[in-house]
């Protein structure tokens, strides 16, 4: 401001200035906004047009170049069925050792750390990891198996991270109650804390759906990239996000590419369509 | 009944170091792997080598090194003021039905997987580059435009959660003094929430170092350094994406080399990200 004190000129400068401010901060909302439309739309409208019940129910072709991508569908979800069955329960008994059993102190602090560490690295270095360790040394081949232990890695951070916050929401006075009437104190986290969290430990095992279902880098080499079906759990397979991958840059077919990845899009919106559904449920619980 | 509950705490104990145990296997296999080169060619050959030719079994990731972080530059320099900007405007501007436009619409744009964002790049950021430079497309810029979309949600949720704690009564000090909404917004909330902000940023800068396969597909992946802005390039993510498929011996050992240093940098960045505090009076 000028040294002679507030005059109509600074004032005047200083409603501008806001003005210019707040048009930038507006702008960087929209911004945002359609950039997410812009994405989703561009896939969605180059995409439903390619959609029938015969591509989601037909074996790929031509190495996807015709046909659907039926059993590229069912190894997706095996793949998120397989990690999820050992990522939840270990990521759910993590969160509430982290919660209701470690005491603050360089323990804890550690474990933190690990799961910190683990959240922040990126897929490639797990896509590494799995192949030297699962694919190379144990020797499970690209296989469901290594793809879901390498995936179950990836996803136990979201886990641990969602199911801590959820049974931290749950009030004092229901653990006091418990106990007060005689119960363990895992008969408590098991009878009264756990089902009172529930709706909030879905939402993480929701989002490591999601996880699983767009990742790429980490499953084409561990899980491989073969088409057909995986019949067994040491056969390898080709995830949606995989196939989407091979068909883009491949330039194989734009339709079946195109398609693929509204499928992709739309699992992708109704996961987080359900996480957000499930929040809103915890949170007026 | 005791020995029960004693037996469910250590399964909730082993339970909660997994993820450390990984972290430890993770680091000790990646590293295990690609010492092997790193030692025959020399760390700083092998930082500073400007020629990689695994056929000629020459190792050198300058190149890379340098696309990486020129990519990552310019995700931050397209990504960091959107970011900020949409953050502010969440906390401080956006009325409650606004902000629940907004809110999932950012939860979305960070559930959208890389492949989508690679080929939104590949359909559209590609070929509008091509036709108004002329060039082949392939680039930094579409590697940083796509990136700078991709680090938004974490920036913009981080540094929203570090404003919403700055505590009531800095701004109302503010404001009775006789400042603008916008001043106290530049002058007083924005930097006490800068910590918190600046964390928001180093995490944003990880995912866009270790992004992978959006980048392999819009960069172009010569392995030279880039000239401008408008060259194709290879990041680190890229040349280990790239070569995984068909690489064996000593070459796929060199891609585990390059992942150590990928893996060192992302540590770091996260360590520091880690240290600072993410909201006010942490």
């Known amino acids: 401001m000028t040294e002679s004190g507030i005059t109509s000129s600074s004032v005047n400068k200083i409603r501008k200035n806001e003005k210019i401010a707040f048009a930038f901060l507006w702008a960087s909302a929209i911004i945002t906004v359609l950039v997410l439309?812009?994405?989703?739309?561009?896939?969605?409208?180059?995409?439903?047009?390619?959609?029938?019940?015969?591509?989601?129910?037909?074996?790929?072709?031509?190495?996807?170049?015709?046909?659907?991508?039926?059993?590229?569908?069912?190894?997706?979800?095996?793949?998120?069925?397989?990690?999820?069955?050992?990522?939840?329960?270990?990521?759910?008994?993590?969160?509430?050792?982290?919660?209701?059993?470690?005491?603050?102190?360089?323990?804890?602090?550690?474990?933190?750390?690990?799961?910190?560490?683990?959240?922040?690295?990126p897929s490639i270095i797990f896509g590494l990891f799995g192949y030297v360790f699962f694919v190379v040394f144990l020797k499970f081949r690209y296989s469901m198996v290594s793809g879901g232990l390498t995936l179950t890695l990836m996803i136990l951070p979201t886990i641990i991270r969602t199911a801590e916050e959820a049974i931290k929401m749950v009030p004092m006075s229901y653990r006091e109650g418990s106990l007060a009437l005689g119960a363990t104190k895992w008969q408590t986290i098991y009878k009264v804390v756990l089902p009172a969290a529930t709706s909030g430990i879905l939402t993480g095992v929701i989002l490591g759906i999601g996880r699983v279902v767009g990742e790429t880098a980490a499953v084409i080499y561990t899980a491989g990239s073969s088409l057909g079906l995986p019949n067994s759990i040491w056969r390898p397979g080709r995830t949606m996000s995989v196939h989407l991958y091979i068909l883009a840059s491949e330039g194989l077919s734009k339709g079946n590419m195109y398609a693929t990845a509204t499928v992709l899009i739309i699992t992708v919106l109704i996961i987080n369509f359900t996480a957000n559904k499930l929040i809103k449920q915890f949170m007026k619980a | 009944m005791k020995a029960y509950e004693r037996a469910i705490q250590l399964m909730l104990f082993i339970s909660a170091i997994i993820a450390i145990l990984g972290v430890i296997l993770i680091t000790y296999f990646i590293i295990n792997e690609g010492y092997p080169v790193i030692r025959k060619v020399g760390l700083w050959d092998f930082l500073t080598g400007q020629k990689w030719a695994p056929t000629q079994e020459i190792y050198g990731i300058y190149p890379m090194i340098v696309g990486s972080?020129?990519?990552?530059?310019?995700?931050?320099?397209?990504?960091?003021?959107?970011?900020?900007?949409?953050?502010?405007?969440?906390?401080?501007?956006?009325?409650?039905?606004?902000?629940?436009?907004?809110?999932?619409?950012?939860?979305?744009?960070?559930?959208?997987?890389?492949?989508?964002?690679?080929?939104?790049?590949?359909?559209?950021?590609?070929?509008?580059?091509?036709?108004?430079?002329?060039?082949?497309?392939?680039?930094?810029?579409?590697?940083?435009?796509?990136?700078?979309?991709?680090?938004?949600?974490?920036?913009?949720?981080?540094s929203e959660s570090a404003i919403r704690s700055v505590p009531l009564d800095y701004k109302e000090a503010s404001l009775s003094l006789g400042s603008s909404h916008w001043q106290s917004i530049k002058n007083v909330i924005v930097p006490a929430a800068r910590s918190g902000i600046i964390a928001g940023v180093i995490l944003g800068m990880g995912r866009a170092i270790g992004e992978t396969m959006a980048v392999i597909m819009i960069v172009g992946n010569s392995p030279i350094m880039p000239k401008s802005i408008l060259s194709p390039v290879r990041t680190l993510t890229g040349n280990i994406g790239i070569e995984m498929g068909y690489a064996s011996g000593e070459h796929q050992q060199a891609l585990f080399a390059t992942g150590i240093v990928l893996f060192v940098f992302i540590m770091l960045l996260n360590i520091t990200a880690n240290l600072i505090p993410k909201k006010v009076g942490e």
């Not at chain 1, 804890?108 to 690990?114: D, E, L, N, P």
């Open chain 2, 69 to 158: 972080l020129i990519v990552t530059a310019g995700a931050l320099i397209l990504g960091v003021p959107i970011g900020i900007g949409c953050a502010v405007f969440l906390a401080e501007l956006a009325k409650p039905k606004i902000a629940g436009i907004i809110k999932p619409g950012i939860e979305l744009l960070a559930g959208i997987p890389s492949v989508i964002y690679g080929l939104y790049g590949l359909v559209v950021i590609v070929p509008t580059i091509r036709k108004v430079f002329n060039n082949q497309g392939f680039s930094v810029l579409a590697g940083s435009i796509v990136l700078a979309i991709m680090i938004l949600p974490t920036i913009i949720n981080v």
């Open chain 1, 37 to 121: 439309i812009a994405i989703v739309g561009n896939v969605l409208l180059n995409g439903v047009g390619h959609l029938s019940i015969e591509f989601l129910t037909r074996e790929p072709e031509n190495m996807g170049k015709d046909g659907g991508i039926f059993s590229i569908i069912i190894t997706t979800i095996y793949l998120a069925l397989f990690s999820l069955i050992i990522a939840a329960p270990i990521g759910i008994c993590a969160a509430i050792f982290l919660t209701e059993y470690a005491k603050e102190g360089p323990a804890i602090k550690i474990i933190r750390f690990g799961t910190e560490s683990l959240a922040g690295i």
